[in-house]
């Protein structure tokens, strides 16, 4: 790797020696190890640590290509690049920053950057789109240069420069999938959500007769179509279990945001009104304008069903997946009222033979996952699980069968431990517990159940030796006992706590 990046390095040094950099960046380790970079691929590299001295650089002198953060003291980046381009339409300008907030994306497209890098900056993404833009400039420079000596080559240069354009659309749409990415993997459900939604949209748009060119615009609608979330609040978005009544009205907000954010962008406004109504019923029931039947356009209608079929095949902490043959008899049973019953045929027709992942879950499987669940369906005193989450892994349990286990744990005398020692020595003590339940059964899924009561779930069968845990000295000395029942899953109907 390290020598295929000398090589690349190499290739663009030689077509670069001759252009100059100005770089605007306010960290100083970044900017002296950039400046570096830079240094052993153009002619000249100037960097200064704010947008202020920037533009004063660059009104003093003339540069190839600008190369800027946005969050700067004095003046921030993009206020230099409105400056830069009163002075000059036509300047290579690349942004690297941080931040991937929408407005700024919105803003670099719509001030014609050259390419938008998130840091920390991807050695080989920098390498491409400098190529890129130094491509661009040499085509530029030649071009010149045809025209005024050789008119019979103007044609041919001019579509050169004009490739390299819609390069630089390829770089927008590159972020911007960036972007969707970065959105989806923030949680294990939604990763992949988009591109399967644009899949199941495209069969059936494919399905339905509709052109190649609608094909084609669904499929990256489809992949744009939650871009708007990129506003929502980790705590909502990452919430492994069904939504409050605001909870739900502020994720309601990502279509009117991705609305905004791609009808802005010229190549994007097609796609823009499909997104914004992604969320529309048939009977007018949706959001966010509460349209009926043909009011919403066919892509549209399309996606709906697509996005739908997808939230009822993947597994959600408050919802079982659902069998394709159950999702599909729901798409029939509303057809007519939130979904278009022409698409609904379509739909049956192709998505009975789509092969689901069964393996996409919001079940935590990293220590990341975990720490995730630690916010929504952990007891914050012991760290064990909490009975929301064992009400689901019993409901999910029924469906595929996975834990064959169950002892339940009820720790007897507390009450009076409680009033003997006080509350807080209490919490201690079952935090202590909580501790030795972990420790010793340290392969089981384990619960704190409604105060003083544990359960722990195994995928085999595990006796406890309950002498052993009734002999620990902190049940021991303190006039505490355990009791426990354990229970064989296999070919129960137990759903929740309450049926044990």
């Not at 997104?275 to 029931?285: A, K």
């Not at 019953?341 to 027709?349: F, H, L, S």
């Not at 033979?353 to 996952?369: F, G, M, S």
């Amino acid at each position: 790797m390290a020598s295929e990046l000398r090589e690349k390095i190499e290739h663009l040094t030689q077509k670069a020696a001759h252009f100059t950099v100005l770089y605007v960046e306010d960290e100083q380790d970044i900017r002296e190890k950039l400046a570096t970079f830079l240094s052993k691929i153009f002619e000249r590299v100037d960097a200064v640590s704010d947008g202020a001295q920037g533009l004063q650089m660059y009104l003093s002198n003339h540069y190839d290509i600008v190369i800027t953060d946005i969050k700067m003291p004095k003046m921030n980046g993009m206020e230099m690049i409105r400056n830069i381009r009163e002075h000059n339409e036509r300047q290579e300008i690349i942004v690297v920053s941080a931040h991937t907030d929408s407005e700024y994306l919105t803003e670099s497209i719509q001030l014609d950057v050259s390419g938008y890098i998130i840091k920390p900056v991807d050695f080989d993404q920098i390498i491409r789109t400098l190529e890129h833009t130094v491509e661009k400039l040499s085509a530029l420079r030649e071009n010149e240069l045809y025209k005024r000596e050789l008119e019979s080559m103007v044609e041919e240069r001019t579509s050169k420069v004009r490739l390299l354009q819609s390069e630089l659309v390829e770089n927008h749409q590159q972020t911007i999938n960036s972007l969707i990415k970065m959105i989806e993997g923030r949680d294990t459900y939604t990763a992949g959500h988009s591109e399967r939604v644009a899949k199941y949209s495209k069969m059936i748009a494919n399905a339905m007769g509709l052109s190649k060119e609608e094909c084609d615009l669904i499929y990256q609608a489809g992949i744009l179509h939650d871009i708007g979330k990129v506003v929502t609040p980790d705590a909502i978005l990452l919430k492994p279990g069904q939504l409050t009544e605001i909870e739900y009205a502020l994720i309601k907000e990502h279509v009117q945001v991705g609305y905004n954010i791609l009808s802005d962008i010229k190549m994007y406004k097609e796609m823009a009104e499909v997104v914004y109504s992604h969320h529309e019923h048939y009977d007018g029931s949706g959001y966010p304008r509460g349209l009926k039947g043909e009011e919403t356009p066919m892509l549209a209608r399309i996606m709906v069903v697509a996005d739908a079929f997808d939230a009822m095949t993947t597994s959600r902490i408050y919802k079982a997946r659902k069998r394709i043959t159950e999702a599909i008899a729901e798409l029939q049973q509303l057809s007519g009222t939130w979904y278009d019953p022409e698409v609904v045929k379509a739909a049956v027709g192709v998505l009975g033979a789509v092969n689901i992942d069964k393996d996409v879950t919001q079940d935590p499987l990293t220590h990341i996952d975990d720490e995730r669940f630690a916010y929504f369906y952990k007891d914050p005193l012991t760290h064990l699980y909490n009975h929301f989450y064992l009400d689901f892994i019993l409901q999910k349990n029924i469906e595929e069968p996975k834990f064959l286990c169950f002892n339940s744990l009820y720790i007897r005398n507390f009450t009076a431990y409680n009033k003997a020692h006080g509350w807080s020595e209490g919490d201690q003590w079952l935090s202590a517990f909580g501790e030795y339940l972990q420790s010793t059964f340290a392969d089981s899924l384990i619960f704190r159940i409604y105060g003083d009561d544990f359960a722990l779930m195994h995928t085999t069968h595990q006796q406890i030796d309950i002498e052993a845990i009734n002999a620990l000295p902190m049940l021991k000395e303190n006039g505490l006992y355990c009791e426990y029942v354990h229970r064989d899953l296999r070919g129960a109907e137990i759903g929740s706590y309450k049926d044990l």
